[in-house]
Each structure stands twice: as structure tokens, then as C-alpha cells.
Nanobody, 128 residues
């Protein structure tokens, strides 16, 4: 069973940067055959996919609201995915969750249905 642990959240002023991490531990998964995604949820809003990566094939996805500001990456040796967030805005404030699932060809990276393991979330607060 996979456990995902996020870290690196916190408070930052608008325009600043943060990097959050997600490390996979446990058994029953092959990191290099997986997809990893970052999703966020804030009060009154539906959870949305922010950035996702197909580790097996190298494709990625970004929400329109973060494209050009956020970058998702992964380190196979550390079984860790990262989300580098630059030029942060107040509207980026949310709880950020990482998720892992199998990298299935043809399935949309941003589709929550294909993520089978979820972290507990890390809070990101952007103040102006």
C-alpha cells in the first residue's frame, strides 16, 4: 500500500515562491510506471487538478490558472514529486494534495478517477 507525504507548504506573500514535495513510501507500486498529480481545494470551491505528470511517458498537464507559474517535476531516486510555485497569487491559497495512480495511456492526466492514493494535504496561504 502506498503512503504519500506532502511537505513544504506555508505562508508567503503574493509574488513569492514555494516548493512543495510529495514522497511515496510503502509497497505495491512502481514509481516509474505512475502518474503523479497535485490537486488543490479551498473553501467554497471544488477540488481541481493543478499540475500532473506522467512519469512513465513524460507528459504533463497544467491548469490554465497556473500555467507558466507552476512547474511539476519528479525524482525517481527519491520517489518524490515536486510542485514549484512561482509568482504566487492570493487565489492560489488552498490545501494542496498530491496523488498517485497508474500511468494509463490515453487517460486524461487531470482526471481524479485515475488516482488511487492521496496524501493528507499541505496548506499554502498567499497574502497580499
Amino acid at each position: 500500500q502506498v503512503q504519500l507525504m506532502e511537505s513544504g507548504g506555508g505562508s508567503v506573500e503574493a509574488g513569492g515562491s514555494l516548493r512543495i514535495s510529495c514522497t511515496a513510501t510503502g509497497s505495491g507500486f512502481t514509481f516509474t510506471l505512475s502518474r503523479m498529480g497535485w490537486f488543490r481545494e479551498s473553501p467554497g470551491k471544488k477540488r481541481e487538478a493543478v499540475a500532473c505528470i506522467d512519469i512513465r511517458r513524460g507528459g504533463d498537464y497544467y491548469a490554465d490558472s497556473v500555467r507558466g507559474r507552476f512547474t511539476i517535476s519528479e525524482d525517481n531516486a527519491k520517489l518524490t514529486a515536486y510542485l514549484q510555485m512561482n509568482s504566487l497569487k492570493r487565489e492560489d491559497s488552498a490545501t494542496y494534495y498530491c496523488a498517485m495512480g497508474p500511468a494509463i495511456h490515453g487517460e486524461r492526466l487531470f482526471d481524479e478517477a485515475w488516482y488511487t492514493s492521496w496524501g493528507q494535504g499541505t496548506q499554502v496561504t498567499v497574502s497580499s
